[in-house]
């Protein structure tokens, strides 16, 4: 959620998806955690890309037409969402995509604080979730602890950071590597 490339990813992999027949599995990791593992850090934070990161997006948006809003409390503290999207990516992934999809549009299109419980519970009701069963995941252990394990194996599988994607064992990264992973997808190269 809280990375704006992730948000074109997440569009572009549904459509991927719609396109090639292939099914995409969300799973929800850590950012913060999985840079600090991989020893990198956010493009925002590096003076140069941090300065050129509204120019990029805005670009990427029209691109790609997909809707986008920098978010003016960027970054978000997401991990809240992201252990409910942990715990719904258990009990039906189909359903966690199409929930992660609603709130990336709450972040990155109509920049709703992830504080503001109602317009959250909003976005959540608009993915087709109940708002408090979300929050029961979000406040389960066992979904804290499924969100460090998914982080800590996107690290052992070599991610650095967000949006990754594998298939099978090949890693593409970024979100301006869907275009190479759908030809590949088409052809069978690794």
């Not at 037409?65 to 409390?73: E, Q, T």
């Amino acid at each position: 959620m809280v990375s704006p490339y992730s948000h074109f990813a997440a569009h572009t992999a549904a459509k991927l998806a719609e396109t090639t027949g292939r099914a995409v599995r969300w799973r929800a990791f850590f950012l913060g955690g999985v840079l600090r593992a991989a020893g990198n850090v956010a493009p925002a934070t590096v003076p140069a890309k941090g300065g050129f990161l509204g120019v990029d997006l805005a670009r990427e948006s029209r691109r790609l037409d997909v809707p986008f809003s920098m978010h003016p409390g960027f970054p978000m503290n997401t991990l809240t969402l992201m252990r409910g999207l942990i715990g719904l990516e258990a009990e039906d992934p189909d359903h966690a995509a199409r929930v992660a999809l609603s709130l990336f549009d709450a972040m990155w299109v109509d920049n709703v604080p992830t504080s503001d419980a109602p317009r959250i519970a909003e976005a959540l009701t608009r993915g087709g979730v109940d708002p408090d069963a979300f929050a029961a995941l979000a406040a389960d252990p066992a979904n804290k602890a499924r969100l460090k394990d998914q982080s800590d194996e996107a690290v052992r599988r070599g991610a650095f950071g967000a949006p990754t994607f594998f298939v099978g064992d090949r890693m593409w990264w970024g979100h301006d590597r869907m275009d190479q992973l759908a030809w590949c997808l088409a052809h069978g190269c690794s």
